[in-house]
């Protein structure tokens, strides 16, 4: 089949499909991480040899006066903060709250006339049409500039000039910025050739898709400049681009020192070759030694070029401030591809389409390649050459998603049966029969499309060619005119040759004196006796066909029999826990139907029995291989739910200590943290999947329980880890109902195995998830549901061919919940190129970023955190100087010029080098790193997108009867106004933010309290009133929840409040109390890695 053509739209196959049934999805929910009082960092990344060590001068925030900010006293018993609970501490971050925010007007659009431009045509190489925009560089607006013309400065290093007479640009500034000590907010002095940020940013069709940054070109009189506001007739000389990008700049010397600016960090400071006379080279500021207190200058920027305006006497300017819209925004992005990419239904028929972005809701017609809901790619046009590859640095990586859940009008993959002789396949390397099969000698044969094999048609499977060379049956058959679609398996293709029976699920409950106390036994209790009518079951099937069984344990282990005749349940005993058997075989594992009552009464029975415990030890290893043994015992696959509260400390295999040390934290033994404290546990993971045994972990730990090794065997085992600190069940309750439902119920492929097959010229090299791998090509999963991705990076051992493309076949064999073993197959055709700038035309950043996150969360395992944060920043380097060398047009080496499709690679590269994982604030536990390690190792784009850049939505902005989302803004305090209140979600927290100055209506609309001092801090239900705010306020929240795979817990955070400082860690565009760089630092840092790679 030739993929560029169109297909006729594909018939229904004439047979009955099973179709998933839409289960409610709750949601995400991991609970805030906290963040820590100030730390001296030195310069970006930890201190580097020769550069400073000590913090920078002049900061302006004071480490609280009681060391570590006090925890509540409902969360005494816990310890530090964790995302399992919020920490309460007393230090701004950001602003003082008696600077007003000087704000920009809403409504303004991205590229009103502000300002007259520089405009430079951008000239490309020989690729593509001629490019239809000019780089736009953006100017001081409103500043009155006074000085006399300066000359033209020398040509020196890197076509920049020296400063005339500027002191020095590293001093005594409040709130140093990690690359540049300007204060926050205020612009670097701005010698000839260096300057503010431009931006170039053609539309996404354009050939010579880049953004790029600029100062002035160096040299020569400065082009004129009004002083004062724009007069609405004065436009640019570039194309419209899509935010304000106009830069104003504060004046140093109208800053008494202390006084805390309410803007980001400004841009670059001016960057030298080292010959240049003025002062000593700043890297962006604190890279150099400490100096003295800065000096005041004596004008705003002596000899700097008058703007237009006669020369006059230095005169005292208000403070600007540095626009922060003058750079790429991802909320622009966001809504750009919204608008041009969400009414239109994305149809895969046409090789190498880069899909619309994650955070867009689309919808798909498979038409020969598979969903990007089941498979992104990090570029739809790889290299041809490994050469190219290595040149460029862009990963070739893979997410894939084999059971992804799709939204109610897409349907699911169709079955096809090939009775006893099964799938077809080519008999040399055994891919599946696909759409880019070639049929040969009128349909006798076909030519594999992976290895070039030719392969007979059995009989029964043969069809005529039409005039085109397709089978006249292509579109009946759906693997001939799909991208995705699943196969039954015959019985080859099962254990021991022989059907698998259905899976089983075991509940493990942990009755330590912890979770009797805590009223997490009853809870639960309570709670599976309505949820085991929800097991998932198969298509239309009546009853679920899984059987259930149920294990307590302490320091032993109970195992219950609740066969249907018994007239009560039986317990049975096990203490030698050194050597796990299982007691009984018959009852233990039962259908729910017919064991209802027996059930019933045990569930109404475990609480009171274990009541007046006071046994406080528990074991876990023996648990897990008690239901791994009931598990082989009966023959079948499953799931184990374990509930448990504490460090396994009893005398057992699996024991552990308590090795948590903050002191390891930036050291080159940190990397033992993430690590297993015994080999135990992968050795009973290896087991586990073999057994086809998938493990869920519910944790609910007062205190250090060593998440890194106990999520060795539900990581290894495909399983999934929830983690509720500080368990109090009037408040997490909702929480961990949410995800305990939608876990029990979700559908899951049991004792999965799953290979991914590429064409001639690319293989499979590296795979990312939670996963076993027993060889370097098989990924076997005891489990996989349809939140978990495995994620799989590509490397070229020949030459791939511009004609032919490269293909990629992913190949699931797994049992389904009725017991029913399949094949999913999903297909994915990519271009190929023999130019560079045709692979940056077609790069998805968020599935970069995802691969990238991954990469990094797996490399702290072996190597120090700090080498992982330099390899990430070195590697974004590359990729963008390589761009700029080779497919960006010359200019000079002050602009900063990234590809359209990458713009927003800097600032979500950020989020990732600031995460908890990376940068660890004071309060972020060791548990709290481990457990989200682990949770974005298997993460889909989407949740990885929305997990390092949340959503902030303003709540009060759009009208009250609109019921669509309101439109984000971007996550940074900046973006606040004390006047709204805003929702901000990241897929694991969900934060209620409440300015101080929000109107009386709204607060007794949301809250039925008559002022803001009244609201309850920390509260997480609002009340349910009768009003359109707050019913439409409780209704976005039921829709974000929904879109989440974990339930969010709400907390309400009031301005100026202690919980403030857990919100604000969340808006990653600023520079974070752990030491990370703000957006315009980052991106000031990269600007300069790049320039370095480029001389």
Not at 597 to 619: G, H, N
Not at 684 to 692: F, T
Not at 821 to 841: E, F, G, V
């Amino acid at each position: 089949m030739n993929v560029n053509q169109s297909a006729p739209p594909v018939p229904p196959f004439g047979q009955p499909q099973p179709i998933y049934p839409g289960y409610h999805q709750s949601s995400y929910g991991g609970q805030p991480g906290s963040t820590a009082p100030p730390t001296p960092y030195g310069a970006y990344n930890g201190p580097v040899p020769g550069y400073q060590q000590t913090p920078p001068q002049g900061m302006s925030r004071a480490p609280p006066s009681s060391g570590a900010p006090p925890a509540s006293t409902a969360q005494a018993p816990c310890g530090p903060a964790t995302y399992g609970q919020f920490g309460q501490g007393d230090v701004q971050n950001g602003p003082s709250s008696t600077v007003q925010v000087q704000r920009l007007p809403g409504s303004q659009p991205f590229g009103s006339p502000l300002a007259p431009v520089v405009s430079q045509p951008a000239v490309l190489q020989s690729y593509g049409p001629p490019p239809t925009s000019a780089q736009v560089t953006t100017q001081l607006a409103g500043m009155q500039i006074s000085g006399a013309v300066a000359p033209a400065p020398p040509t020196s290093g890197m076509g920049y000039g020296p400063p005339t007479s500027l002191a020095s640009a590293s001093g005594s500034f409040p709130n140093s910025g990690l690359y540049g000590s300007y204060p926050q907010g205020q612009a670097p002095p701005i010698g000839q050739a260096q300057g503010y940020l431009g931006v170039q940013t053609p539309q996404r069709s354009a050939p010579s898709q880049a953004s790029s940054f600029t100062p002035p070109a160096s040299g020569g009189p400065r082009m004129p400049s009004v002083t004062g506001p724009l007069l609405p007739g004065q436009g640019f000389g570039g194309p419209p681009v899509s935010q304000p990008n106009h830069v104003s700049s504060p004046s140093p010397q109208a800053l008494p020192p202390g006084t805390q600016m309410t803007g980001p960090p400004g841009p670059p400071p001016p960057m030298h070759s080292p010959q240049q006379p003025g002062y000593q080279l700043q890297q962006n500021g604190s890279f150099g030694p400490a100096r003295g207190p800065q000096p005041n200058y004596g004008s705003p920027y002596p000899g700097a070029a008058t703007f237009g305006s006669q020369p006059g006497p230095p005169q005292p300017l208000p403070p600007k401030r540095l626009d922060p819209d003058a750079i790429p925004s991802p909320i622009q992005v966001i809504e750009d591809d919204r608008n041009n990419r969400g009414t239109e239904p994305f149809v895969t028929g046409v090789r190498g389409q880069v899909p619309p972005l994650v955070t867009t809701n689309f919808l798909v017609k498979d038409q020969g390649n598979a969903s990007p809901r089941y498979i992104r790619c990090t570029s739809y046009n790889i290299p041809c050459t490994s050469d190219m590859a290595k040149q460029a640095q862009v990963p070739l990586a893979a997410v894939i998603k084999p059971l992804a859940r799709l939204p109610p009008e897409e349907a699911s993959p169709y079955v096809v049966d090939h009775g006893e002789s099964g799938p077809l396949r080519c008999n040399r390397c055994k891919a599946y029969m696909c759409p880019f099969m070639q049929f040969i000698e009128g349909g006798r044969r076909f030519q594999c499309c992976f290895c070039s094999c030719i392969n007979d048609v059995p009989p029964q499977y043969f069809q005529h060619l039409d005039h085109t060379g397709k089978r006249v049956d292509a579109y009946d058959r759906p693997e001939l005119s799909l991208g995705s679609y699943e196969f039954l398996a015959t019985v080859d293709y099962c254990k021991n040759n022989k059907f698998p029976s259905p899976p089983a699920f075991i509940f493990m409950i942990d009755v330590s004196y912890n979770a009797i106390r805590t009223g997490l036994v009853r809870l639960l209790c309570e709670e599976l006796k309505s949820l085991l009518d929800f097991l998932p079951r198969e298509g239309g099937a009546e009853e679920s066909a899984i059987r259930v069984g149920f294990v307590t344990y302490n320091k032993v282990l109970h195992f219950y029999n609740v066969k249907s005749s018994l007239a009560q349940p039986q317990m049975m005993v096990v203490s030698d826990v050194a050597d796990m058997f299982v007691p009984l075989l018959d009852g233990f594992l039962v259908n729910v139907i017919e064991s209802r009552a027996v059930i019933t009464s045990l569930l109404d029975q475990i609480p009171e029995m274990f009541a007046d415990t006071r046994e406080t030890e528990t074991v876990f290893a023996p648990v897990i291989q008690a239901g791994m043994e009931a598990l082989k015992a009966a023959e079948c696959a499953g799931k184990l739910f374990l509930f448990h509260t504490s460090l396994p400390m009893a005398e057992a295999p699996g024991k552990l200590k308590n090795r948590d040390d903050r002191k390891l934290i930036n050291t080159d033994k940190e990397k033992t943290l993430f690590q297993p404290q015994t080999g135990a546990y992968q050795t009973l993971a290896k087991e586990c999947v073999a057994q086809g045994c998938c493990v869920d972990l519910f944790l609910f730990p007062n205190q250090y329980v060593d998440v890194a090794t106990l999520s060795v065997v539900p990581q290894l085992t495909g399983g999934s880890v929830y983690k509720y600190a500080c368990f109090q069940v009037e408040n997490d309750q909702e929480r961990f109902l949410s995800d305990l439902r939608r876990d029990v119920q979700k559908v899951v492929g049991f004792d999965a195995v799953m290979r991914v097959r590429t064409s001639t010229g690319i293989r499979a090299v590296d795979f990312f998830g939670a996963f076993y791998m027993s060889n370097t090509t098989d990924v076997e999963l005891a489990g996989l549901d349809g939140d978990k991705t495995v994620t799989v990076e590509f490397k070229h051992d020949d030459r791939l061919n511009e004609e032919s493309g490269a293909l990629l076949q992913c190949a699931l064999l797994y049992t389904s919940c009725a017991g029913q073993r399949r094949l999913r197959i999903h297909n994915l055709a990519l271009n190929c190129c023999t130019q560079l700038a045709d692979m940056y035309r077609n790069c998805e950043t968020d599935t970069l970023i995802n691969y990238m996150a991954k990469f990094a969360y797996r490399a702290v395992l072996n190597s120090p955190v700090k080498a992982v944060r330099d390899t990430l920043i070195t590697q974004c380097a590359q990729i963008l100087a390589c761009y700029r060398k080779n497919c960006a047009s010359p200019s000079s080496a002050g602009q900063l010029i990234l590809p359209e499709c990458m713009k927003l690679l800097p600032v979500y590269l950020n989020c990732v080098l600031k995460s908890d994982v990376l940068q660890p604030g004071a309060e972020v536990t060791t548990d709290d790193r481990a457990y989200v390690r682990q949770l974005v190792t298997s993460m889909d784009v989407a949740e990885t997108n929305v997990f390092f850049y949340p959503r902030l939505l303003p709540l009060t902005k759009s009208p009250i009867e609109s019921t669509t989302e309101p439109p984000a803004v971007r996550a940074s305090e900046e973006r606040l106004s004390n006047g709204d209140v805003y929702l901000l979600e990241n897929g694991l927290n969900l934060f209620l933010w409440v300015g101080a100055s929000v109107q009386q209506g709204v607060v007794q609309s949301l809250f039925s309290v008559s002022s803001f001092s009244q609201i309850t801090s920390g509260l997480s239900v609002l009340p349910i009133l009768d009003n359109p705010l707050s019913k439409k306020v409780r209704d976005l929240i039921d829709s974000l929840r929904a879109q989440r795979s974990r339930y969010m817990k709400l907390i309400v955070v009031k301005q100026e409040d202690k919980l403030e400082m857990l919100f604000k860690h969340f808006l990653v565009e600023d520079k974070s109390l752990s030491g990370g760089a703000s957006y315009v630092d980052f991106l000031c840092h990269m600007h300069k890695e790049i320039r370095q790679l480029l001389s």
